[in-house]
């Protein structure tokens, strides 16, 4: 049996310039949690019409990304090609464009995707120039098979191959990496071009699954994250049917607060008034879309309950008082722990309503699995 080739050894990356891009978190829609490999040209157009019907562009929500599966082999000329599935890429953008919104696309640094398809291995430049030919907007980039053929701490050399690519293809496009939070990704992922790094492996549609990434893999990680530049803890799993509503208000509210992409992942098309809602809250969006963009740290826990704040551009602070046990619970936000003083006005921001005001802190009974978040400003 041949021995296997040795791993390629890239020197250090020289820093890849910002792209001016993702001055707040972007929001959008992914394929891959719902439809995975059963994406098509169909469906991306039928979810950019749902997103301008439903309330969602107006909401925020702007990227329409086609995840894996898309991808053919190459020509002779080693240019990308698109499968039956998507029959004119140029096309489809164009559709995109023409509501209003922007379109992404995915790729792996390996010779092949995650789903097994044509990587962009040794074609960095040639695939940045077809995404930006086809008029894409947005760049998922997945490590998959990039450690069969590269070696392991060549990975931020690797992707500032991808970012200067970019860069250079007259286009500007977000660039997304998807490293699964490995390799300390928040400490160099500016650095090679990105503009959010994913800080942990795949989420799950499950409250186990989405509470261990959102409460115990974001700590330590808010210094990394600012204007152009975010931590990802992955795509919402909002109204995918493996949480309950409760467990999905909790999902997007920790998501907002910790400053996270707000990538939809559910279909789109036919969306049940109480999801929708979820979705298109404008104040807890507001929150995560502030120009500030200070992540939300944790500020005080006792047990299984948990207070996270961020500071906001207008001189208020978001809170979530969240009860991850599995009974209601009582839980303070103390003016101490999140570092304010003075007399607040609190703002419910899911009742969308006022609770008057307090000088030193806030109780309230939250729900198993459950958040109260509350806006504390001056009065």
């Not at 530049?229 to 607060?257: A, K």
Request: with cysteine; net charge negative; glycine share 10%.
């Amino acid at each position: 049996m041949p021995a296997a080739a040795p791993k390629i050894s890239l020197p250090p990356a020289q820093p890849v310039p910002y792209n001016g891009l993702a001055k707040t978190p972007p929001m959008g829609w992914n394929s891959w949690n719902k439809f995975a490999n059963k994406v098509t040209d169909q469906l991306i157009r039928e979810t950019a019409d749902a997103m301008v019907r439903n309330g969602m562009k107006d909401a925020g929500y702007i990227y329409v990304n086609i995840d894996d599966t898309w991808e053919a082999g190459r020509d002779a000329q080693g240019n990308i090609q698109t499968n039956s599935r998507f029959p004119d890429m140029k096309a489809l953008a164009d559709y995109v464009h023409s509501k209003g919104l922007k379109i992404g696309i995915y790729s792996s640094p390996g010779p092949k995707t995650c789903g097994g398809y044509e990587g962009s291995f040794q074609h960095e430049e040639q695939d940045a120039r077809s995404y930006a030919a086809w008029g894409m907007d947005y760049l998922k980039y997945d490590w998959c098979s990039a450690t069969q053929v590269y070696d392991y701490h060549s990975m931020p050399a690797v992707y500032a191959k991808m970012g200067a690519a970019l860069q250079s293809s007259g286009r500007p496009i977000l660039y997304s990496l998807c490293q699964y939070g490995v390799l300390h990704g928040p400490q160099w992922g500016a650095s090679v071009g990105g503009n959010s790094w994913r800080t942990t492996g795949d989420i799950s549609d499950n409250w186990q699954s989405m509470s261990h990434i959102g409460f115990d893999l974001q700590l330590n990680l808010a210094q990394y994250a600012g204007p152009g530049h975010w931590n990802d803890p992955d795509m919402l799993e909002v109204g995918n049917g493996g949480m309950t509503t409760t467990e999905d208000i909790t999902h997007f509210s920790l998501w907002s607060l910790l400053a996270a992409p707000l990538l939809a992942g559910n279909d789109l098309r036919d969306v049940p008034p109480d999801l929708l809602a979820i979705l298109t809250n404008k104040e807890v969006i507001a929150v995560d879309q502030d120009p500030l963009g200070k992540q939300a740290t944790r500020v005080a826990q006792d047990g299984r309950l948990e207070v996270w704040a961020r500071p906001l551009a207008d001189g208020s602070h978001a809170v979530g008082l969240f009860n991850r046990g599995d009974a209601p619970a009582t839980v303070t936000a103390r003016w101490a722990d999140i570092g304010v003083t003075g007399d607040l006005k609190i703002r419910d921001l899911w009742a969308h309503d006022d609770r008057g005001h307090a000088t030193d802190h806030y109780s309230v009974e939250v729900p198993s699995h459950g958040v109260v978040l509350v806006k504390l400003q001056s009065r």
